[in-house]
């Protein structure tokens, strides 16, 4: 198959051209040709362009091969040009060749034409691809060129010996120098020959040549470059070996001036070191304060248990010197009775002071007895007895108070009902006193899997920041001489004994609430619980023996325990207990803790060796909680001084009820 071939000629006279045609035809060449004989037409044909060859004749009327090949050399630079002449002579030859002609050939020799455009051919092609290689090669190496002088940070190639053999701009203008200034210096001891404080920086030491060494790459962030000027750039750096045929070849090291992430460090460490200090001083501070809030407190509460029982003592001393410095009063049994009705009720006082002071340190003990509580109950047990108060104030007053109930049923809880009833209590009475103009109080208990709710709220004054911050403090109050200031605290104390939490939200002029979070009671309580409930106390008069050194104390047991319908027998001692406890046969004892010689402790026990089922009441001062003896002792019941009848009555049929 012929091979195609366009062939623009250069000739005057047809039938060479056709001649030529004929050759190449024969040649194995599909020819396309076009002729033209003059300046303007081999213009106008190679700016069509698309030819493979150009063949031109030598002489003719109004041109020459010479004119032809300048016009080739400056339109077409890579079409070969072959010239084809019956008369050149050897000199026009030569001149020909040395203008770019490829090859030239006398028109009575044309079996050299075919092999000679196909050389031609085939050398043009070669020079088409180097020449596009070379093309590419160029992009590229600007195209590189462009992205290192971009580069943010120094690129500098080092070759096997450490001598630079690139730098770009970035690089050099980081280290003071001019790009070309580098090239052929040793880099070591060109930037890197000192360390920062100026000692010299030893070749063995200096991780950059150790990569020419070791082939490993190596990054350091602690060293200097020195610039041209002689000053030092912190710089960080990373060299990157190059290994060609199992050699290292050289060196790629990339760096950047660290200067301003160096003072961004310090900055960073020196405001650490500042922070860490105002931390240490805030910390000192904060114990400071808190040392001194708790002196406050300290102080605040002694004035306060000073001042109520200034108060109770100075009324208990009143009346007493009353009665004793006026023998008109001692003959009237009336006033005597009426100023030991005082007495009387001012020690219950103190001792109710005393009672909430203790709720609210008191820590709970193992051995106390819970038994499952409904909240609703309690609350509704507390109303009971609060709102007939506050209902007839509030008519007196035209203010009434609206009791709002949001209750879920069952709030089943596990708790003493008693002590739960003064906390609910002491929070009623705080919201009706806070409601002096009338208001809306809300009563709210839910539960969860968790914890069961109880809220109270009122729309009362509300509590200012201090007040709310300082309410649960005991004695704190403000108002004056109608509170205590014990109400909250005792509520806190028996709170936290419950494994519970109490909280406050209040808002001045709107109100307060006050919530109260207590553990819920779990199924294996409910059954323990049940099994614990207390019998009925026996309803029958017993023979009691009062052991008791003090001899009111004693005189005031026996009056109780007589007006209850039981039979009294006393000692002054444990040892005329144990003498008469020996004679005579008892139902219970009831024995102070106490007593000089034999304490109530050790005669406890020496009763309780003889017959353990002896029912006891141990009566203790308020070091101790009432409740079951434990201990050495094995007292029945343990009931603390002061205590009233009631309370005596109560334990009586609590230690009767048990056994
Ligand atoms: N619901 C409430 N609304 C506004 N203030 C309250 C409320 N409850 C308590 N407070 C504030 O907290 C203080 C302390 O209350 P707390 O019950 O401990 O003592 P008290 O009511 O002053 O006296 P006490 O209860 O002993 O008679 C109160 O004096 C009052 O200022
Ligand atoms: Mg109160």
């Not at 213009?43 to 091969?65: C, Y």
């Not at 979070?517 to 059954?527: D, E, N, T, V």
């Not at 409930?533 to 007589?562: C, F, G, N, Q, W």
Request: contains cysteine.
């Amino acid at each position: 198959m012929d091979r195609p071939l366009r062939v623009l000629i250069v000739e005057d006279s047809e039938e060479d051209c056709l001649l030529l045609n004929d050759v190449l035809a024969r040649g194995g060449y599909g020819v396309t040709y076009r002729r033209v004989e003059t300046a303007e037409g081999v213009k106008a044909a190679l700016a069509e362009g698309n030819w493979d060859i150009v063949i031109s004749d030598h002489r003719m009327p109004q041109f020459n091969s010479l004119a032809a090949l300048k016009l080739c050399k400056e339109l077409a630079s890579n079409l070969p040009f072959i010239v084809v002449s019956g008369s050149i002579g050897e000199e026009l030859a030569v001149s020909a060749m040395k203008a770019g002609a490829h090859d030239y050939i006398m028109k009575d020799n044309l079996a050299r034409l075919v092999p000679a455009v196909t050389r031609e051919l085939r050398e043009a092609e070669s020079r088409r691809q180097r020449q596009s290689a070379e093309q590419a090669l160029e992009q590229w190496r600007r195209r590189t060129e462009s992205i290192l002088d971009a580069a943010g940070e120094g690129i500098c190639g080092l070759d096997a010996q450490g001598v630079i053999n690139f730098i770009n701009p970035r690089g050099a203008k980081l280290v003071g120098w001019e790009a070309g200034e580098l090239i052929g210096k040793p880099l070591h001891e060109t930037l890197h020959h000192s360390r920062e404080d100026r000692t010299p920086f030893l070749k063995q030491d200096c991780s950059l040549c150790a990569s020419l060494r070791d082939g490993l790459a190596h990054w350091m962030d602690d060293e200097v470059f020195w610039r041209k000027d002689g000053k030092a750039v912190p710089v960080e750096y990373t060299c990157m070996p190059i290994q060609k045929d199992n050699n290292i070849a050289g060196a790629v090291l990339t760096f950047q001036d660290i200067t301003e992430r160096k003072e961004a460090d310090n900055a960073l460490r020196e405001s650490n070191r500042r922070l860490e200090r105002s931390l240490t001083e805030l910390h000192q501070t904060q114990q400071q304060i808190a040392e001194q809030e708790r002196l406050h407190a300290l102080g605040r509460m002694a004035g306060g248990v000073a001042r109520d029982f200034n108060g109770t003592l100075s009324k208990i001393l009143g009346f007493t010197e009353l009665i004793l410095t006026s023998p008109e009063k001692l003959g009237s049994p009336e006033a005597v009775r009426d100023h030991l009705r005082m007495i009387s009720a001012a020690a219950r006082e103190g001792s109710q002071v005393v009672h909430r002071l203790y709720e609210f340190h008191r820590p709970r003990r193992d051995t106390e007895q819970f038994k499952i509580v409904d909240l609703n109950t309690i609350i509704e047990r507390s109303l009971l007895l609060a709102e007939p108060k506050w209902r007839q104030e509030g008519q007196t007053r035209d203010t009434p108070i609206e009791v709002r109930r949001e209750m879920q049923p069952k709030v089943l809880v596990f708790a003493d009902e008693a002590e739960l009833q003064e906390v609910v209590t002491n929070l009623l009475s705080n919201a009706v006193e806070a409601m002096a103009r009338g208001g809306i109080l809300t009563v709210r208990t839910s539960q969860d899997e968790n914890r069961a709710t109880l809220e109270i709220s009122d729309t009362g004054e509300g509590m200012t920041e201090e007040v709310r911050h300082r309410c649960f403090e005991p004695f704190f109050t403000t108002k004056g001489d109608c509170g205590t200031g014990l109400g909250l605290a005792s509520a806190y104390g028996i709170i936290q004994r419950h494994r519970g939490e109490i909280q406050v939200r209040s808002e001045v002029g709107k109100g307060s609430t006050f919530a109260i979070q207590l553990p819920i009671c779990s199924g294996q309580q409910k059954q323990s619980s049940h099994q614990g409930t207390l019998a009925a106390p026996k309803d029958h008069p017993l023979r009691v023996l009062v052991v008791e050194d003090e001899p009111m104390v004693r005189e005031m047991e026996v009056e109780y325990l007589i007006s209850d319908g039981h039979v009294v027998e006393t000692a002054g001692d444990g040892s005329e207990g144990l003498r008469k406890f020996r004679a005579s046969k008892f139902d219970l004892l009831l024995i102070d803790r106490a007593m000089p010689e034999i304490n109530g402790d050790q005669l406890t026990e020496t009763i309780k060796k003889i017959n353990p089922d002896m029912p006891v009441i141990l009566v203790t001062g308020f070091t101790e909680r009432p409740g079951n003896g434990h201990g050495p002792h094995r007292a029945n019941l343990i009931l603390s001084k002061p205590f009233c009848h009631a309370t005596l009555r109560k334990a009586v049929g609590q230690v009767m009820a048990a056994i």
